[in-house]
T-cell receptor, first 112, second 117 residues
Framework: DGGITQSPKYLFRKEGQNVTLSCEQN?????MYWYRQDPGQGLRLIYY???????QKGDIAEGYSVSREKKESFPLTVTSAQKNPTAFYLC???????????FGAGTRLSVL | AQKVTQAQTEISVVEKEDVTLDCVYE???????LFWYKQPPSGELVFLIR??????QNEISGRYSWNFQKSTSSFNFTITASQVVDSAVYFC??????????????FGTGTLLAVQP
């Protein structure tokens, strides 16, 4: 079945630790996105990538990093510089710049 | 500036009632897309509808209908004869320039719909 897979479903971060969230898609989509969801604030764009080896910052990129070495994969690293990482993280992909964004099931990150 | 406002934070209805979720948007662009997504308790966002700025026809899909009015910058969503399975958070979103270079979505803060049996 085609889709977007995010793992893990739940993740815990210790103080000063970097953690990486995985996002894989087998839809042959070109563009991929990372959003952060906080209660009562909707979704905000962290990073996006339209082609392999290229990505751009979204509205809240500070404290995060990404890579796009393969078309299917767009991992997000939450670095120790992100002081308030507790949130629900959603990955999305779309066939092209005009396509509909489809979402994965999300990763819930908490701080220990 | 682009903005999407969903003024209704929470709505509670009894099963079989009709319910309308409001969405008001702001944009300086003349070409844009509007979206509705559903987020059930599992967390995944499920795409419901996309409407482009030149198509003001109302749309009906089963129990769902959408009313797009450019004159009031609104894109409201009505569920007829609501069911418990409709309980979810519903997000309205805006994408400017028919996707453009970024296809960036601007989301509203969502409306939590609780349908009681």
């Amino acid at each position: 079945d085609g889709g977007i897979t995010q793992s893990p479903k739940y993740l815990f971060r210790k103080e000063g630790q970097n953690v990486t969230l995985s996002c894989e898609q087998n839809l042959n989509h070109d563009a991929m996105y990372w959003y952060r969801q906080d209660p009562g604030q909707g979704l905000r764009l962290i990073y996006y990538s339209q082609i392999v080896n290229d990505f751009q910052k979204g509205d809240i990129a500070e404290g995060y990093s990404v890579s796009r070495e393969k078309k299917e994969s767009f991992p997000l690293t939450v670095t120790s510089a992100q002081k308030n990482p507790t949130a629900f993280y959603l990955c999305a992909s779309t066939r092209s710049g005009r396509g509909i964004q489809y979402f994965g099931a999300g990763t819930r990150l908490s701080v220990l | 500036a682009q903005k999407v406002t969903q003024a209704q934070t929470e709505i509670s209805v009894v099963e079989k009632e009709d319910v309308t979720l409001d969405c008001v948007y702001e944009t300086r662009d003349t070409t844009y897309y509007l979206f509705w997504y559903k987020q059930p308790p599992s967390g995944e966002l499920v795409f419901l509808i996309r409407r482009n700025s030149f198509d003001e026809q109302n749309e009906i899909s089963g129990r769902y209908s959408w009313n797009f009015q450019k004159s009031t910058s609104s894109f409201n969503f009505t569920i007829t004869a609501s069911q418990v399975v409709d309980s979810a958070v519903y997000f309205c979103a805006l994408s400017e320039g028919y996707g453009g270079a970024t296809n960036k979505l601007i989301f509203g803060t969502g409306t939590l719909l609780a349908v009681q049996p």
